[in-house]
Protein backbone atom coordinates (compact mmCIF):
# COMPACT_ATOMS: atom_id res chain seq x y z
CA UNK A 1 0.00 0.00 0.00
CA UNK A 2 2.35 2.94 0.94
CA UNK A 3 5.03 2.02 -1.85
CA UNK A 4 2.07 2.82 -3.94
CA UNK A 5 1.15 5.53 -2.60
CA UNK A 6 4.84 6.91 -3.17
CA UNK A 7 4.79 5.91 -6.62
CA UNK A 8 1.33 7.40 -7.01
CA UNK A 9 2.64 10.62 -6.06
CA UNK A 10 5.48 10.33 -8.13
CA UNK A 11 3.13 10.07 -10.77
CA UNK A 12 1.66 13.03 -9.79
CA UNK A 13 4.83 15.05 -9.02
CA UNK A 14 5.54 13.99 -13.40
CA UNK A 15 1.85 15.20 -14.03
CA UNK A 16 2.25 18.50 -12.92
CA UNK A 17 5.42 19.32 -13.83
CA UNK A 18 4.74 18.12 -17.64
CA UNK A 19 1.70 20.01 -17.31
CA UNK A 20 3.21 23.21 -16.28
CA UNK A 21 5.77 22.80 -19.12
CA UNK A 22 3.21 22.99 -21.68
CA UNK A 23 1.05 26.19 -19.73
CA UNK A 24 4.64 27.73 -19.74
CA UNK A 25 5.14 27.11 -23.21
CA UNK A 26 1.72 28.28 -24.29
CA UNK A 27 1.04 30.95 -21.92
CA UNK A 28 4.59 32.41 -22.88
CA UNK A 29 3.55 32.31 -26.25
CA UNK A 30 -0.26 33.49 -26.82
CA UNK A 31 -1.92 36.54 -25.53
CA UNK A 32 -3.74 36.27 -22.31
CA UNK A 33 -7.15 36.44 -24.18
CA UNK A 34 -5.96 33.03 -26.17
CA UNK A 35 -4.84 31.40 -23.56
CA UNK A 36 -8.12 32.09 -21.83
CA UNK A 37 -9.68 30.06 -24.61
CA UNK A 38 -6.83 27.30 -23.65
CA UNK A 39 -8.47 27.32 -20.28
CA UNK A 40 -12.19 27.33 -21.11
CA UNK A 41 -11.53 24.52 -23.41
CA UNK A 42 -9.44 22.92 -20.86
CA UNK A 43 -11.85 23.36 -17.97
CA UNK A 44 -15.14 21.90 -19.86
CA UNK A 45 -12.70 18.46 -20.57
CA UNK A 46 -11.91 18.35 -16.92
CA UNK A 47 -15.32 18.39 -15.85
CA UNK A 48 -16.02 15.48 -18.25
CA UNK A 49 -12.96 13.72 -17.12
CA UNK A 50 -13.64 13.84 -13.45
CA UNK A 51 -17.40 12.55 -14.25
CA UNK A 52 -15.78 9.53 -16.49
CA UNK A 53 -13.05 8.84 -14.48
CA UNK A 54 -13.77 8.98 -10.97
CA UNK A 55 -17.31 7.17 -11.01
CA UNK A 56 -15.95 4.09 -13.30
CA UNK A 57 -12.64 3.92 -11.52
CA UNK A 58 -13.52 3.98 -8.15
CA UNK A 59 -16.02 2.08 -8.62
CA UNK A 60 -14.37 -0.89 -10.40
CA UNK A 61 -11.67 -0.31 -7.49
CA UNK A 62 -13.88 -1.01 -4.73
CA UNK A 63 -15.73 -3.92 -6.25
CA UNK A 64 -13.23 -5.72 -7.70
CA UNK A 65 -10.94 -5.20 -4.25
CA UNK A 66 -13.73 -6.56 -2.11
CA UNK A 67 -14.03 -9.52 -4.49
CA UNK A 68 -18.09 -9.64 -3.78
CA UNK A 69 -19.09 -10.60 -7.54
CA UNK A 70 -17.45 -12.25 -10.74
CA UNK A 71 -14.77 -9.86 -11.34
CA UNK A 72 -14.82 -10.47 -15.18
CA UNK A 73 -18.09 -9.73 -15.06
CA UNK A 74 -17.91 -6.87 -12.99
CA UNK A 75 -15.42 -5.70 -15.28
CA UNK A 76 -17.69 -6.47 -18.75
CA UNK A 77 -20.69 -4.49 -17.19
CA UNK A 78 -18.37 -1.37 -15.90
CA UNK A 79 -16.89 -0.92 -19.96
CA UNK A 80 -21.14 -0.89 -20.85
CA UNK A 81 -21.93 1.54 -18.73
CA UNK A 82 -19.00 3.45 -19.19
CA UNK A 83 -19.24 3.13 -22.96
CA UNK A 84 -23.08 4.40 -22.56
CA UNK A 85 -21.79 7.57 -20.41
CA UNK A 86 -18.84 8.08 -23.28
CA UNK A 87 -21.99 8.23 -25.62
CA UNK A 88 -23.62 11.24 -23.87
CA UNK A 89 -20.50 13.24 -23.40
CA UNK A 90 -19.54 12.61 -26.93
CA UNK A 91 -22.59 14.16 -28.45
CA UNK A 92 -22.55 16.94 -25.88
CA UNK A 93 -19.31 18.26 -26.77
CA UNK A 94 -19.53 17.71 -30.49
CA UNK A 95 -23.27 18.46 -31.25
CA UNK A 96 -23.59 21.19 -29.04
CA UNK A 97 -20.50 23.15 -30.28
CA UNK A 98 -21.97 25.74 -31.65
CA UNK A 99 -24.30 26.01 -28.26
CA UNK A 100 -20.97 26.55 -26.17
CA UNK A 101 -19.48 28.93 -28.47
CA UNK A 102 -22.69 31.41 -27.92
CA UNK A 103 -23.32 30.61 -23.85
CA UNK A 104 -19.36 31.55 -23.57
CA UNK A 105 -19.91 34.51 -26.21
CA UNK A 106 -16.80 33.34 -28.49
CA UNK A 107 -17.60 32.08 -32.22
CA UNK A 108 -14.34 30.62 -32.50
CA UNK A 109 -14.64 27.85 -29.64
CA UNK A 110 -17.04 25.75 -31.40
CA UNK A 111 -14.02 24.15 -33.68
CA UNK A 112 -12.16 23.16 -31.12
CA UNK A 113 -14.95 21.85 -29.14
CA UNK A 114 -15.63 19.48 -31.81
CA UNK A 115 -12.10 17.93 -31.74
CA UNK A 116 -12.18 17.78 -27.87
CA UNK A 117 -15.54 15.29 -28.33
CA UNK A 118 -12.90 12.46 -29.72
CA UNK A 119 -10.72 13.03 -26.10
CA UNK A 120 -14.03 11.74 -24.36
CA UNK A 121 -13.89 8.11 -25.11
CA UNK A 122 -9.96 7.60 -24.80
CA UNK A 123 -9.95 9.49 -21.59
CA UNK A 124 -13.02 7.22 -20.83
CA UNK A 125 -11.26 3.86 -21.59
CA UNK A 126 -8.21 5.01 -20.06
CA UNK A 127 -9.78 5.72 -16.43
CA UNK A 128 -10.62 2.06 -17.23
CA UNK A 129 -7.89 0.21 -17.33
CA UNK A 130 -6.69 2.14 -14.03
CA UNK A 131 -9.36 0.90 -12.35
CA UNK A 132 -8.86 -2.50 -12.97
CA UNK A 133 -5.18 -2.01 -11.75
CA UNK A 134 -6.45 -0.40 -8.41
CA UNK A 135 -8.63 -3.35 -8.14
CA UNK A 136 -5.96 -6.22 -8.00
CA UNK A 137 -3.81 -3.78 -6.03
CA UNK A 138 -1.11 -2.91 -8.57
CA UNK A 139 -0.82 0.35 -8.41
CA UNK A 140 2.72 0.56 -9.59
CA UNK A 141 0.94 -0.39 -12.65
CA UNK A 142 -1.39 2.13 -12.37
CA UNK A 143 1.33 4.80 -11.46
CA UNK A 144 3.51 3.88 -14.52
CA UNK A 145 1.07 4.64 -16.62
CA UNK A 146 -0.33 7.82 -15.11
CA UNK A 147 3.10 8.89 -15.58
CA UNK A 148 3.40 8.07 -19.05
CA UNK A 149 0.73 9.85 -20.29
CA UNK A 150 1.65 13.69 -19.09
CA UNK A 151 4.95 12.39 -20.44
CA UNK A 152 3.38 11.77 -24.10
CA UNK A 153 1.62 14.64 -23.58
CA UNK A 154 5.02 16.89 -24.32
CA UNK A 155 4.22 15.99 -27.97
CA UNK A 156 2.04 18.99 -27.93
CA UNK A 157 5.18 21.23 -28.35
CA UNK A 158 6.73 19.73 -30.67
CA UNK A 159 3.45 19.69 -33.01
CA UNK A 160 2.30 23.17 -31.78
CA UNK A 161 6.03 24.55 -33.17
CA UNK A 162 6.44 22.32 -36.22
CA UNK A 163 2.58 22.03 -37.54
CA UNK A 164 0.06 23.97 -35.55
CA UNK A 165 1.74 27.66 -35.55
CA UNK A 166 -1.31 29.18 -36.44
CA UNK A 167 -3.49 27.38 -34.20
CA UNK A 168 -1.78 25.95 -31.31
CA UNK A 169 -5.62 24.96 -29.72
CA UNK A 170 -5.64 22.59 -32.04
CA UNK A 171 -2.17 21.18 -31.96
CA UNK A 172 -2.29 20.50 -28.16
CA UNK A 173 -5.89 18.67 -28.36
CA UNK A 174 -4.47 16.38 -31.08
CA UNK A 175 -1.68 16.07 -28.92
CA UNK A 176 -3.42 15.11 -25.47
CA UNK A 177 -5.39 12.36 -27.93
CA UNK A 178 -2.32 10.84 -29.33
CA UNK A 179 -0.76 10.39 -25.75
CA UNK A 180 -4.00 8.83 -24.37
CA UNK A 181 -4.31 6.34 -27.54
CA UNK A 182 -0.19 5.39 -26.42
CA UNK A 183 -1.25 5.42 -22.73
CA UNK A 184 -4.52 3.09 -23.97
CA UNK A 185 -2.37 0.66 -25.81
CA UNK A 186 0.18 0.15 -23.37
CA UNK A 187 -2.35 -0.41 -20.48
CA UNK A 188 -3.92 -3.11 -22.44
CA UNK A 189 -0.61 -4.84 -22.68
CA UNK A 190 -0.57 -4.89 -18.85
CA UNK A 191 -3.97 -6.21 -18.03
CA UNK A 192 -2.89 -8.82 -20.76
CA UNK A 193 0.02 -9.36 -18.25
CA UNK A 194 -1.79 -9.87 -15.20
CA UNK A 195 -5.01 -11.66 -16.18
CA UNK A 196 -4.69 -14.05 -13.93
CA UNK A 197 -5.33 -12.10 -10.92
CA UNK A 198 -8.25 -11.24 -12.10
CA UNK A 199 -10.06 -14.55 -11.37
CA UNK A 200 -12.89 -14.41 -8.96
CA UNK A 201 -13.38 -15.87 -6.05
CA UNK A 202 -17.00 -15.79 -6.32
CA UNK A 203 -19.14 -16.31 -9.08
CA UNK A 204 -22.09 -14.59 -8.18
CA UNK A 205 -22.65 -12.17 -10.88
CA UNK A 206 -23.60 -8.58 -10.36
CA UNK A 207 -26.69 -6.77 -11.20
CA UNK A 208 -26.10 -3.94 -14.00
CA UNK A 209 -28.25 -1.40 -10.86
CA UNK A 210 -25.33 -1.94 -8.77
CA UNK A 211 -22.87 -1.06 -11.88
CA UNK A 212 -25.17 1.79 -12.65
CA UNK A 213 -25.97 2.97 -8.93
CA UNK A 214 -21.79 2.95 -7.58
CA UNK A 215 -20.19 4.85 -10.84
CA UNK A 216 -23.06 7.27 -10.84
CA UNK A 217 -22.92 7.53 -7.13
CA UNK A 218 -19.36 8.36 -7.62
CA UNK A 219 -19.87 10.29 -10.77
CA UNK A 220 -22.55 12.71 -9.02
CA UNK A 221 -19.91 13.13 -6.51
CA UNK A 222 -17.05 13.94 -8.38
CA UNK A 223 -19.25 16.47 -10.45
CA UNK A 224 -19.86 18.50 -7.18
CA UNK A 225 -16.11 18.57 -6.87
CA UNK A 226 -15.56 19.53 -10.55
CA UNK A 227 -17.85 22.10 -10.70
CA UNK A 228 -16.06 23.95 -7.30
CA UNK A 229 -12.92 23.36 -9.55
CA UNK A 230 -14.03 24.20 -12.83
CA UNK A 231 -16.85 25.86 -13.10
CA UNK A 232 -15.29 28.94 -11.75
CA UNK A 233 -13.18 29.96 -14.94
CA UNK A 234 -15.87 29.58 -17.17
CA UNK A 235 -18.24 31.86 -15.21
CA UNK A 236 -15.52 34.47 -15.05
CA UNK A 237 -14.86 33.97 -19.06
CA UNK A 238 -18.69 34.36 -19.29
CA UNK A 239 -19.48 37.54 -16.49
CA UNK A 240 -15.96 39.24 -16.18
CA UNK A 241 -14.61 41.89 -18.07
CA UNK A 242 -11.91 42.22 -19.71
CA UNK A 243 -11.41 39.31 -21.54
CA UNK A 244 -7.51 38.99 -20.33
CA UNK A 245 -8.72 38.60 -17.13
CA UNK A 246 -10.09 34.86 -18.27
CA UNK A 247 -6.41 34.31 -19.06
CA UNK A 248 -5.45 35.93 -15.34
CA UNK A 249 -7.68 33.57 -13.96
CA UNK A 250 -6.51 30.37 -15.75
CA UNK A 251 -2.85 31.41 -15.00
CA UNK A 252 -4.10 31.14 -10.93
CA UNK A 253 -5.86 28.36 -11.68
CA UNK A 254 -3.08 26.21 -13.15
CA UNK A 255 -1.58 26.99 -9.94
CA UNK A 256 -4.35 26.49 -7.00
CA UNK A 257 -5.08 23.00 -8.30
CA UNK A 258 -1.40 21.50 -7.52
CA UNK A 259 -2.51 20.04 -3.96
CA UNK A 260 -6.18 18.82 -5.40
CA UNK A 261 -4.17 16.96 -8.16
CA UNK A 262 -1.40 15.81 -5.64
CA UNK A 263 -3.90 14.26 -3.40
CA UNK A 264 -5.59 12.10 -6.26
CA UNK A 265 -2.82 9.63 -5.37
CA UNK A 266 -4.30 9.21 -1.95
CA UNK A 267 -7.58 8.72 -3.55
CA UNK A 268 -6.39 6.40 -5.77
CA UNK A 269 -4.96 4.17 -2.85
CA UNK A 270 -7.27 4.40 0.31
CA UNK A 271 -10.09 3.33 -1.29
CA UNK A 272 -9.54 0.28 -2.37
CA UNK A 273 -7.40 -0.52 1.25
CA UNK A 274 -10.00 0.88 3.59
CA UNK A 275 -12.71 -1.17 1.28
CA UNK A 276 -9.94 -4.07 1.62
CA UNK A 277 -9.77 -4.13 5.41
CA UNK A 278 -13.72 -3.61 6.07
CA UNK A 279 -14.10 -6.47 3.13
CA UNK A 280 -12.26 -8.43 5.56
CA UNK A 281 -13.88 -7.33 8.80
CA UNK A 282 -10.62 -5.32 9.93
CA UNK A 283 -12.50 -2.33 10.74
CA UNK A 284 -9.45 -1.18 13.57
CA UNK A 285 -7.15 -1.86 10.47
CA UNK A 286 -9.19 0.77 8.60
CA UNK A 287 -9.09 3.31 10.90
CA UNK A 288 -5.36 3.13 11.78
CA UNK A 289 -4.81 3.30 7.62
CA UNK A 290 -7.26 6.38 7.72
CA UNK A 291 -5.34 8.14 10.34
CA UNK A 292 -1.89 7.21 8.58
CA UNK A 293 -3.02 8.69 5.16
CA UNK A 294 -4.49 11.62 7.01
CA UNK A 295 -1.46 12.65 9.34
CA UNK A 296 0.49 12.06 6.13
CA UNK A 297 -1.60 14.56 3.92
CA UNK A 298 -1.21 17.23 6.97
CA UNK A 299 2.49 17.28 6.85
CA UNK A 300 3.50 16.63 3.42
CA UNK A 301 0.82 18.09 0.72
CA UNK A 302 -0.52 20.95 3.65
CA UNK A 303 2.42 22.55 3.05
CA UNK A 304 2.51 23.14 -0.68
CA UNK A 305 -0.77 24.95 -1.05
CA UNK A 306 0.66 27.10 2.21
CA UNK A 307 3.38 28.23 0.46
CA UNK A 308 1.91 28.82 -2.65
CA UNK A 309 -1.01 31.08 -1.05
CA UNK A 310 1.77 33.08 1.10
CA UNK A 311 3.65 33.63 -2.07
CA UNK A 312 0.99 33.72 -5.03
CA UNK A 313 1.88 36.83 -6.80
CA UNK A 314 5.43 36.25 -6.89
CA UNK A 315 4.83 33.22 -8.66
CA UNK A 316 2.31 34.10 -10.93
CA UNK A 317 4.93 37.24 -12.06
CA UNK A 318 7.77 34.67 -12.41
CA UNK A 319 5.67 31.95 -14.25
CA UNK A 320 4.24 34.21 -16.58
CA UNK A 321 5.04 37.84 -16.46
CA UNK A 322 4.29 40.78 -14.49
CA UNK A 323 0.58 41.29 -15.43
CA UNK A 324 -0.24 38.37 -14.19
CA UNK A 325 0.72 39.74 -10.46
CA UNK A 326 -3.02 40.76 -10.78
CA UNK A 327 -4.29 37.25 -9.95
CA UNK A 328 -2.14 37.18 -7.11
CA UNK A 329 -4.63 37.41 -4.31
CA UNK A 330 -6.89 35.22 -6.08
CA UNK A 331 -4.31 32.38 -6.29
CA UNK A 332 -4.22 32.68 -2.48
CA UNK A 333 -7.47 31.41 -2.15
CA UNK A 334 -7.57 28.81 -4.91
CA UNK A 335 -4.56 27.34 -3.49
CA UNK A 336 -6.17 26.63 -0.01
CA UNK A 337 -9.67 26.12 -1.67
CA UNK A 338 -8.41 22.87 -3.75
CA UNK A 339 -6.70 21.36 -0.88
CA UNK A 340 -10.08 22.12 1.28
CA UNK A 341 -11.68 20.17 -1.91
CA UNK A 342 -9.05 17.36 -1.62
CA UNK A 343 -9.87 16.53 1.89
CA UNK A 344 -13.54 16.58 1.26
CA UNK A 345 -13.02 13.69 -1.80
CA UNK A 346 -10.63 11.69 0.57
CA UNK A 347 -12.96 11.93 3.64
CA UNK A 348 -15.95 10.78 1.60
CA UNK A 349 -13.97 8.22 -0.26
CA UNK A 350 -13.31 6.95 3.34
CA UNK A 351 -16.90 7.22 4.65
CA UNK A 352 -17.95 5.36 1.63
CA UNK A 353 -15.85 2.33 2.44
CA UNK A 354 -17.39 2.42 5.83
CA UNK A 355 -20.86 3.05 4.98
CA UNK A 356 -23.14 3.29 1.94
CA UNK A 357 -22.64 6.10 -1.18
CA UNK A 358 -26.10 8.53 0.54
CA UNK A 359 -24.27 10.95 2.36
CA UNK A 360 -22.12 11.80 -0.86
CA UNK A 361 -25.44 11.54 -2.95
CA UNK A 362 -26.63 14.57 -0.74
CA UNK A 363 -23.60 16.50 0.13
CA UNK A 364 -23.54 16.89 -4.13
CA UNK A 365 -26.97 17.79 -4.56
CA UNK A 366 -26.45 20.72 -1.78
CA UNK A 367 -23.44 21.78 -3.61
CA UNK A 368 -24.66 22.02 -6.99
CA UNK A 369 -27.81 23.84 -5.93
CA UNK A 370 -25.83 26.31 -4.00
CA UNK A 371 -22.29 26.65 -4.94
CA UNK A 372 -23.37 27.96 -8.92
CA UNK A 373 -25.41 30.73 -7.78
CA UNK A 374 -22.67 31.50 -5.16
CA UNK A 375 -19.93 31.56 -7.62
CA UNK A 376 -22.08 33.82 -10.33
CA UNK A 377 -22.75 36.54 -7.81
CA UNK A 378 -19.54 36.20 -7.00
CA UNK A 379 -18.00 36.96 -10.28
CA UNK A 380 -20.49 39.57 -11.49
CA UNK A 381 -20.17 41.47 -8.36
CA UNK A 382 -16.53 41.28 -7.27
CA UNK A 383 -14.63 40.20 -9.96
CA UNK A 384 -11.70 36.92 -9.96
CA UNK A 385 -10.65 37.21 -6.70
CA UNK A 386 -14.44 37.76 -4.74
CA UNK A 387 -15.14 34.25 -7.07
CA UNK A 388 -11.61 32.49 -5.50
CA UNK A 389 -12.83 33.83 -1.71
CA UNK A 390 -16.21 32.29 -2.44
CA UNK A 391 -14.31 28.98 -3.34
CA UNK A 392 -12.51 28.71 -0.42
CA UNK A 393 -15.20 29.04 1.89
CA UNK A 394 -17.40 26.74 0.18
CA UNK A 395 -14.74 23.99 0.00
CA UNK A 396 -13.73 24.63 3.77
CA UNK A 397 -17.73 24.18 4.74
CA UNK A 398 -17.68 20.92 2.69
CA UNK A 399 -14.56 19.64 4.78
CA UNK A 400 -15.66 19.93 8.02
CA UNK A 401 -19.15 18.69 7.36
CA UNK A 402 -17.66 15.56 5.67
CA UNK A 403 -15.04 15.12 8.76
CA UNK A 404 -17.85 15.51 11.04
CA UNK A 405 -20.27 12.69 9.19
CA UNK A 406 -17.08 10.33 9.17
CA UNK A 407 -16.51 10.74 12.65
CA UNK A 408 -19.58 9.55 13.64
CA UNK A 409 -18.48 6.24 11.65
CA UNK A 410 -15.08 6.07 12.84
CA UNK A 411 -14.79 7.99 15.92
CA UNK A 412 -12.15 11.04 15.69
CA UNK A 413 -9.54 10.36 12.93
CA UNK A 414 -7.65 13.73 13.57
CA UNK A 415 -4.38 12.54 16.25
CA UNK A 416 -2.34 14.87 18.29
CA UNK A 417 0.22 15.09 15.51
CA UNK A 418 -2.02 15.74 12.84
CA UNK A 419 -3.17 18.48 14.82
CA UNK A 420 0.24 19.52 15.59
CA UNK A 421 1.21 19.63 11.47
CA UNK A 422 -2.07 21.93 11.15
CA UNK A 423 -0.76 24.10 13.68
CA UNK A 424 3.15 23.99 11.79
CA UNK A 425 1.18 25.01 8.35
CA UNK A 426 -0.19 27.88 9.84
CA UNK A 427 2.85 29.35 10.97
CA UNK A 428 4.59 28.12 7.75
CA UNK A 429 1.94 30.41 6.14
CA UNK A 430 3.06 33.21 8.80
CA UNK A 431 6.85 33.25 7.94
CA UNK A 432 6.78 32.81 3.82
CA UNK A 433 4.40 35.47 3.57
CA UNK A 434 6.73 37.98 5.69
CA UNK A 435 9.49 36.65 3.77
CA UNK A 436 8.26 37.63 0.50
CA UNK A 437 6.62 40.65 1.71
CA UNK A 438 10.31 42.51 2.84
CA UNK A 439 11.84 40.61 -0.21
CA UNK A 440 11.30 41.57 -3.62
CA UNK A 441 11.98 37.87 -4.70
CA UNK A 442 11.05 36.44 -8.96
CA UNK A 443 12.22 34.37 -11.08
CA UNK A 444 12.14 31.07 -11.54
CA UNK A 445 14.95 29.58 -10.67
CA UNK A 446 15.50 31.63 -7.61
CA UNK A 447 11.21 30.50 -6.85
CA UNK A 448 12.04 27.10 -7.23
CA UNK A 449 15.14 27.13 -5.28
CA UNK A 450 13.39 29.16 -2.06
CA UNK A 451 10.16 26.72 -2.44
CA UNK A 452 12.58 23.60 -2.39
CA UNK A 453 14.57 24.86 0.46
CA UNK A 454 11.04 25.32 2.28
CA UNK A 455 9.75 22.48 1.63
CA UNK A 456 13.01 20.49 3.00
CA UNK A 457 13.29 22.58 5.57
CA UNK A 458 9.49 22.18 6.88
CA UNK A 459 9.54 18.17 6.33
CA UNK A 460 12.79 17.99 8.10
CA UNK A 461 11.01 19.58 10.84
CA UNK A 462 8.27 16.94 10.68
CA UNK A 463 10.54 14.38 10.65
CA UNK A 464 12.74 15.14 13.38
CA UNK A 465 10.24 15.69 16.04
CA UNK A 466 8.24 12.45 15.19
CA UNK A 467 4.85 14.22 14.40
CA UNK A 468 5.60 11.87 11.07
CA UNK A 469 7.13 8.58 11.53
CA UNK A 470 8.07 6.83 7.95
CA UNK A 471 7.82 3.19 8.34
CA UNK A 472 10.95 1.23 7.34
CA UNK A 473 8.79 -0.19 4.30
CA UNK A 474 8.11 2.84 2.87
CA UNK A 475 11.65 4.09 3.33
CA UNK A 476 12.69 1.11 1.36
CA UNK A 477 10.25 1.76 -1.65
CA UNK A 478 11.69 5.32 -1.78
CA UNK A 479 14.72 4.04 -2.32
CA UNK A 480 13.82 1.30 -5.09
CA UNK A 481 11.80 4.09 -6.49
CA UNK A 482 14.93 5.16 -8.73
CA UNK A 483 15.90 2.73 -11.14
CA UNK A 484 13.70 -0.03 -11.07
CA UNK A 485 10.19 1.46 -11.56
CA UNK A 486 9.08 -0.74 -14.75
CA UNK A 487 9.74 -3.88 -12.46
CA UNK A 488 8.31 -2.64 -9.03
CA UNK A 489 4.66 -4.75 -8.07
CA UNK A 490 2.55 -3.94 -5.41
CA UNK A 491 1.92 -7.73 -3.44
Partial sequence: MRKGLVLNLVSNVVFFVAGYIIHYFLGNTMPAASYGIVGTIMTVLDFEYMFLSNGARQSLAKEISMRRFDVGDVIRKSLLFQLLLILVFFCINFFGAPLFSAILNDPSLAIYFRIAAFLVPANGLFVLLLGISDGIQRFSTSALLSTIYPIAKLSVIPLIIFFFQKDPVAGMEIGYLLALLFSIALGCVFLFRYRKELKSVSTKVIPFRTIAHNTLSFSIFFIMVSLVLSIDTLIVKSVVEPASMAGYYTGAVNFGKLSYYLMTAFFTVILPVVAKAIGQNDVHGAVKQVK???????????????????????????????????????????????????????????????????????????????????????????????????????????????????????????????????????????VVKLLFHFFDIQGLGIMALIYAGIYGVFTSVMLVTHVVVIPKDLLKAIRKRGGHRNSEEVH
Wanted: charged share 5%; proline share 3%; with cysteine.
Fill in 292 to 430: QFILLVLAFILPIPVVISASSASLLVSFYHPAYAIAGTTLSFLSLSSFFMGMTVMLNMVHTSFSSNRFSDVLSICSLVIVIPIFILAAKFGGITHIALASMICTGITMVISYLMLARKTGNVITRNAILAIGANAVLWI
